[in-house]
Structures are given as structure tokens and as C-alpha cells.
């Protein structure tokens, strides 16, 4: 007699058919936030009665190249792939009350852990899939035996990669002068890991006959940028657009509006060529003008984990603009332009800013009074309706005098001025932070920590509309 | 040349130079399927445009390349009425009335087309390569619009010239910046990425076929050591070719840490760059170098 349905009503398991199967499975690509649109999806079933159903990467690939459109949208749709069919096999299975606990695990008994290991390892090394799904049968089934496992999947993972003494990256010198092990890489480590969660997943689902609810992917790109090189490529990807952005921006109207002058010499010269009819105007060029950008950023330590991203933005900022000065500040200010602009290496950057930039004075607090008056003291004859200025910084004052009249002056000389806080707006005014004192004079603040923060700033100073949350 | 299966596309482009991966081959395959634009995406160098050029010599079709850049705009890209011939037209024409004149400027005669046109014109099926979309403003893509879910192209003069031919459309971009959702719904998508090391190694070999299999095994194992390191521009399969050749005609035998300072310039191109990697790269050789044994 086949197990009672473990879902209850039908209704859930949905009409029976492929169709209703992938639509379901884009659904749950909607729901993970991938725009996928009822006309890719009839691309999508164009392309599967093109390919093989039988081979698993031709369907695989299909699907992904008229689903998946973006290398973000594919990361997404690879996890979910194998999630989803993964549950819908075991549901089926659990259905039709389909079981292999007797051959499971075969040969698990009379392995030794030793031997184990190193099978595990020549796997791992050489990279085959197949191999190493069998040997993380094996060492669940090795690990049964040691004792009870957690109950927990990801518990029972890292401890059966620590019992078998797995570690990415150079492996520590064998004790008794055996030969060097080879160094794993930490990329089929991951894959191995992958095995071991599935085997075990499929155990649970066994033994209660019931799949756990699905659950939505980890955020895992919503939190801070956890290394600064990680996620410098997005950081530098948002900059550049904003570097298109600030120099078209306004130029479009202005020149409509304003009438260009006709270069009379050029377009006598140009009509020559229509036989003294002038068919051709000709204009003077417009000389697009370089914007002219100064960055202003605070390094001290209330802003200590978001300093490393602002870092990053300064650097990417850096590689985009010629004409760009950068200053970092906590109770004084200090130019910076010549370090990024000698220094490729974004390690090398913070280390050379944290040592001899000589921003803090004798607390290590913010200043960001005496901070305006030291920045309009040094460049206020270089700021001109040209200059953007762009503050990254908490505006914590720890209590000191915020000068919001000399920030007024600055924000009056420069064409526009946008500020970017690494705090959630929720939190700005609270305790000492004067947000508020220098929002006035701001052409547009900003809550921005992540480079999705940075993205929306980009396009609201493009006067695009900004980017749901 | 209709073509069968994956297998068949992916053979037919491997005779022709290209070692296409799986699914390169499986969009290629689809693309001149379902009749659907292809857009590619991957880092520089990887092939992106080399692959509408095979396609182009594996179906036995013309490739018109359309290469993007800022400013591009519908009369470069399109069509454009020639001014000055029909101002020829107008002026020899002397007696003629307006009536006659004017329906007979705005003639296929005068139009002088540009590379969209030509494809969608063409009467032999054709490949057009849209070579990174991600140079045009977002206007310009909104105009590609109509041509790729259509294939057709409306001038307000003469009407609607539709395809009378399916190309196969190519567009790459290196992602510098996000295209538009209506763009890449109309499109395939393919993310080309460096190839591993076994494909490169074959890809390598394919091109410069008289380097040993064990100096070029080490190279491609250099190659992907400088392109762990954050480099401004990272070398390219291209690049890797040309070192191999480079490679050979110095007669090398072995990448030493002299080989390697000598011949390092084919595939770092940047002065900060060359600092980092041979920082790196060189010492590490040397390192290598000087735990073997000697002669």
C-alpha cells in the first residue's frame, strides 16, 4: 500500500505534465526575483521540442538560455535548477513509495576510514562528479556508523568533512615524512560538500517521508561586501554607468534648448559639394565639458565597516574619472588623490591611507565642522558650478560643532552635492548624528552600503527612477 | 545548410577553428532553430565575436558587421537617403513637374544602405553581428527593437522592408553596462567565460599546433595563474595564441623566469599590470626554477 500523500490536498502537486512542472519552476524563479516573462517562457518550451529531453545539459542549457539572462539570473537559476527538480524526483518518489534503503550505502561497513579518506581525496583532486557522489555515500554511511549524526544537514556536513581531515587550499605537512599531499582545491571541495548535503537531504526525506518546506535563497549580496576584491568588479560596473551618467547629464536639454552656432566657414566649404547648395549646416562642436568631481570620505572608526566599501567606490571612482580629488577625513582632512592614483593594488590603497594619511588628530572622533572649514579653506578658489561634490559619511559630529553654514557655502559653489550614508535612514538624527543640518543643503542624500544602493544612487542622479528594494 | 543536432553545430564550427563549448554550441544550435537573436556576454577576449565570424564560415553565410559605439545612431546604422544624388536628380531633371520628381527620389535607388538594412535586405541568408550593444546609448537599442523580434524595418518613404531570409543575430557585449529587459527578452542568452584549462589547452594547440604538448600545458597553466591576479586587463584566449607563437619562434624549450620576463609583454598590456605580474608570476618560476635540479 503506497504512504499516504505527504501534501494533503492535490491540489498542490499540481496537473501532472512537463508544462505544469516548468511552470511551477518559473514561478519559483519569479519568486527569487528573476524577471522571467511569459514570453520567455514560450521561448523556452520553442527551445526544449528543439533538444534531446534524455541528455540533462542539453535541457539544462536550454532552459537557462532563454530563461536566464543575466550571469546574476543564471547563478540563481543553477541553484534553483537543481533544488527544484532535486525535490520534485524525491516527490515523486515519496508517491510512489519508491525506496533503496537496502542498497543504499553498500560496502559502507567494511570500509576503513583511512582508506576512505584517500579515495575521497583522489576524487576531489581528479574532479569526477560521479565518484565523488558515491564516495559521500559511503562516508555518510562510515559516519552512521561513529555515532548518531545531529539531526541537522549542514551540522552533519562540516563534521564529516572534518572527519575526514578535508581542507581547501596547501594541506599541512605530513607528519611521518609520507609524500606531500597535493593542495585541494576549494572549488571541487564545494562540489564534494554539495554531494554530502544532497545524500543526506535524500536520507531525511527517506526515512520521514516528507520534504521539508522550500525555503527562499539566502540573501546572500544584500549584506556589506564581506572582501573588498570580491566585490570591487560590482563596485567598479556601478561607477562606470555613473561616469556615462554624470557626463551626459543636463547636456541633452541644454543643447536642444540652446541653439548651436553654424560654423559659416565650414558649411560655405561642406556646400561646395552640392554645387554651392548649402544642404549641410554646419556647426561649431560642442566641447562636452569634464565634470569635475571631489569626494569627501570618512575613514573613522563609527564608520569603520563601511569605510572598506567606500574605499572601494573611491577606487573604482578613481579608475573612471580623470579629473576626480579625493579626500579622506575623520577629525582633519587629507588629499588622497596621489595615492589612488599611483596604486593599483586596492590592498596596498588601505594600507597606505590608514598609515600616512594623518586624518586623526588626538581622539580619533569625527570633525566634520573643522572638516568644512579645512576643505573650503584648500580648495574653495577651485570650486566652481562645474564641481560635483559627493560626501560619503555617517555625519556622527560625537557632539562637536557642525559648521552647517560653512557646509551651505561649500554646497553653494559646487554645482551639486550629494551625500551617501552607510546608515539606514532610519537611524540618521538619532543620538549625534545632524543629518538633517546638512541634508538641506544637499542636492540629494542617499542611504547607501551595498552596491545596489550605489546602482539606485546612480540613477536617481541620472534622474532615472530608483530601483525597488 | 539546415543542421540536425547540437553535435552536428558544434563539429561544423570545430572545422572551421572554433572549439565551441557545450552551450555555445546548444545557443548556436537553438539561435538558427527558433529563428532568435543570440546576445553574448562574457569578458573581453573570450571569443565573443569570434564565434558570429565561425558561425558565419560554418553555415557558408556572409557576416555584416554592425560595430557599436557612443553616438551611433540610424543613419550609420540603418539606412540614410543619398542627398546628393537626388539633388542630381532634381537638377537634371529640369522640366520635369514636382509630381514626377517627387515620387521618384524616395526610391530604393537612392537609399544608401547601412549594415542592418543590408542584412535584412539580402536575398542569401546572412550573419550580422551587432558588436557590443553595450557601447550604445539605450535610444539605439530601443531601435533594434523592431528588427529582432521582426526582422523587419520601416521606412516611413517606402514602407515596411521585411526579411525575406532569416539572418542569424549575433550581439555582444562585455557588460559595461546593463542592457535593457526588452533587449535581452527578445534574445538568447550566452555567458562566455574563459575556457578551462583543457579547452584552452585545445583551443592553443588547434592555432599553433608545432608547440610541444608539454610547454603548451605549462603556458595555459601561466596564462590562468595571471588571470587570478586583479589585473586591469587580463590576458585573452587571443593573447594566449599569440604567446604560443611568440613561443615558438624564440625556440623556447621551457617558461623560465628569463622566457617569461622576455615575453611577457604579448599578454600583459598595462605598466602597472606588468609590475604586479612579474611581482607574482616571475618570482614564482624563479622559485620553481631553482628547486629543480640542475642541467
Known amino acids: 500500500m503506497p504512504p499516504p500523500s505527504p501534501y494533503g490536498p492535490k491540489a498542490e502537486v499540481g496537473p501532472p505534465g512537463l508544462a505544469a512542472k516548468l511552470l511551477s519552476f518559473c514561478e519559483e524563479l519569479r519568486s527569487e526575483g528573476v524577471a522571467v516573462g511569459t514570453s520567455e517562457i514560450l521561448d523556452a518550451f520553442a527551445a526544449l521540442e528543439q533538444v534531446p529531453w534524455t541528455s540533462r545539459d542539453d535541457f539544462r542549457e536550454a532552459l537557462a538560455a532563454t530563461i536566464a539572462k543575466s550571469q546574476e539570473d543564471r547563478r540563481l537559476f543553477e541553484l534553483l535548477f537543481e533544488r527544484f527538480f532535486f525535490r520534485s524526483a524525491e516527490a515523486q518518489a515519496i508517491e510512489h513509495g519508491i525506496e533503496e534503503t537496502e542498497r543504499r550505502h553498500e560496502g559502507g561497513e567494511r570500509l576503513d576510514i583511512d582508506e576512505l579518506r584517500e579515495q575521497v581525496r583522489q576524487a576531489i583532486l581528479e574532479g569526477d562528479d560521479g565518484e565523488m557522489r558515491d564516495l559521500a555515500r559511503l562516508a555518510i554511511a562510515a559516519f552512521g556508523r561513529q555515532g548518531e549524526g545531529s539531526g541537522v544537514v549542514g551540522v552533519d556536513v562540516q563534521r564529516i568533512r572534518r572527519t575526514l581531515g578535508l581542507s581547501a587550499g596547501q594541506q599541512p605537512p605530513a607528519q611521518d615524512g609520507a609524500a606531500e599531499l597535493p593542495p585541494i582545491d576549494r572549488d571541487q571541495l564545494n562540489a564534494f560538500e554539495r554531494h554530502l548535503r544532497r545524500e543526506l537531504e535524500r536520507d531525511l526525506i527517506e526515512r520521514t517521508s516528507n520534504l521539508p518546506p522550500s525555503r527562499p535563497l539566502a540573501e546572500l549580496d544584500r549584506a556589506l561586501p564581506t572582501s573588498p576584491t570580491q566585490d570591487l568588479a560590482a563596485v567598479h560596473r556601478a561607477v562606470s554607468q555613473m561616469k556615462r551618467r554624470l557626463a551626459t547629464l543636463g547636456h541633452e536639454q541644454r543643447g536642444r534648448r540652446r541653439s548651436q552656432t553654424v560654423d559659416v566657414r565650414r558649411t560655405m566649404r561642406a556646400s561646395l559639394q552640392t554645387g554651392g547648395v548649402p544642404m549641410y549646416l554646419r556647426y561649431r562642436p560642442k566641447r562636452p565639458r569634464r565634470p569635475e568631481i571631489y569626494v569627501l570620505c570618512d575613514v573613522s572608526t563609527s564608520v569603520t565597516s563601511a569605510s572598506v566599501f567606500f574605499l572601494s567606490v573611491l577606487h573604482a571612482l578613481h579608475d573612471s574619472f580623470r579629473k576626480l580629488r579625493s579626500f579622506v577625513f575623520i577629525e582633519r582632512i587629507s588629499e588622497v588623490t596621489e595615492v589612488f592614483e599611483h596604486e593599483r593594488d586596492f590592498r596596498v590603497i588601505a594600507q597606505r591611507i590608514s598609515s600616512e594619511g594623518g586624518v586623526a588628530d588626538v581622539s580619533g572622533y569625527t570633525d566634520y565642522g573643522r572638516v568644512w572649514l579645512e576643505f573650503l579653506g584648500e580648495i574653495s578658489d577651485e570650486l566652481d558650478p562645474r564641481s560635483t561634490v559627493i560626501v560619503l559619511g555617517d555625519a556622527r559630529t560625537n557632539g562637536r560643532e557642525p559648521h552647517a553654514e560653512v557646509f551651505a557655502q561649500v554646497a553653494e559653489r559646487a554645482r551639486r552635492l550629494f551625500w551617501l550614508n552607510p546608515e539606514p535612514r532610519l537611524y540618521w538624527n538619532y543620538g549625534d548624528s545632524v543629518m538633517a543640518a546638512y541634508e538641506r543643503h544637499c542636492d540629494g542624500a542617499f542611504e547607501c552600503w551595498t552596491t545596489r544602493h550605489l546602482e539606485n544612487f546612480v540613477n536617481v542622479v541620472a534622474g532615472g527612477v530608483p530601483a525597488a528594494d | ?295
Request: hydrophobic letters at 45%; charged letters at 30%; proline letters at 5%.
Open chain 2, 1 to 295: 545548410m539546415p543542421d540536425g543536432s547540437v553535435a552536428e553545430v558544434k563539429d561544423s564550427l570545430a572545422a572551421v577553428g572554433y572549439l565551441a563549448d557545450e552551450p555555445a554550441a546548444l545557443v548556436s544550435f537553438l539561435a538558427q532553430r527558433l529563428e532568435k537573436p543570440v546576445l553574448v556576454e562574457g569578458p573581453a577576449g573570450v571569443g565573443k565575436t569570434e564565434l558570429a565570424k565561425a558561425l558565419a564560415r560554418s553555415t557558408g553565410r556572409e557576416l555584416i558587421r554592425l560595430q557599436c559605439y557612443e553616438g551611433l545612431d540610424e543613419a550609420k546604422a540603418l539606412y540614410e537617403w543619398n542627398y546628393r544624388k537626388q539633388l542630381l536628380r532634381i537638377q537634371a531633371g529640369g522640366e520635369d513637374g514636382w509630381e514626377d520628381v517627387h515620387g521618384d527620389i524616395f526610391d530604393q535607388e537612392f537609399l544608401l544602405e547601412r549594415p542592418l538594412l543590408q542584412a535584412i535586405a539580402s536575398p542569401e541568408p546572412v550573419v550580422l553581428l551587432i558588436d557590443e550593444i553595450d557601447k550604445t546609448d539605450q535610444e539605439f537599442e530601443a531601435m533594434l527593437l523592431e528588427l529582432l523580434s521582426d526582422f523587419q524595418i520601416t521606412i516611413p518613404e517606402l514602407g515596411e522592408v521585411a526579411a525575406t531570409t532569416m539572418p542569424i543575430v549575433v550581439l555582444t557585449s562585455n557588460n559595461s553596462r546593463e542592457l535593457t529587459e526588452a533587449l535581452k527578452r527578445r534574445c538568447l542568452y550566452l555567458w562566455l567565460d574563459y575556457p578551462d584549462l583543457e579547452r584552452e589547452l585545445e583551443i592553443v594547440r588547434l592555432h599553433a599546433p608545432e608547440l610541444p604538448e608539454a610547454l603548451a600545458r605549462r603556458m595555459v597553466e601561466v596564462i590562468r595563474m595571471v588571470r587570478d591576479l586583479d589585473l586591469k586587463k587580463p590576458p585573452s584566449i587571443a593573447e594566449s595564441i599569440d604567446w604560443a607563437r611568440t613561443l615558438l619562434l624564440m625556440g623556447a624549450e621551457d617558461i623560465d623566469s628569463e622566457t617569461f620576463a622576455q615575453s611577457m609583454s604579448i599578454i600583459v598590456k598595462h605598466r602597472t599590470d606588468i609590475e604586479l605580474v612579474s611581482e607574482r608570476v616571475g618570482v614564482k618560476l624563479a622559485a620553481a626554477e631553482s628547486l629543480r635540479p640542475q642541467g
